[in-house]
């Protein structure tokens, strides 16, 4: 499962989770806004968009669709 840390009206979030759409990865995805939550909001206030897989990974904006694939690859047993 991986987790893309967004807040509702960041049109870079909407751009990353474009991206994970487009990498066919939203079925083994979830959004968390990071306002849900004050230890979320602290750890990424000015990062989002970020994306976290199972291991702990991240993955910070910007990020292209390759680099996307790349990460994932690096470590696919986290997108199931």
Avoid: K
């Amino acid at each position: 499962m991986l987790t893309l840390f967004h807040t509702d009206g960041c049109h870079l979030c909407e751009q990353a989770w474009t991206l994970v759409e487009q990498a066919g990865l939203a079925a083994h995805s979830r959004r968390c806004d990071i306002l849900d939550d004050d230890e979320w909001l602290a750890a990424y206030r000015v990062r989002i968009p970020v994306l976290r897989d199972e291991a702990g990974r991240e993955l910070g904006w910007p990020f292209t669709l390759a680099e996307l694939n790349a990460w994932v690859a690096a470590n696919p047993d986290q997108t199931t």
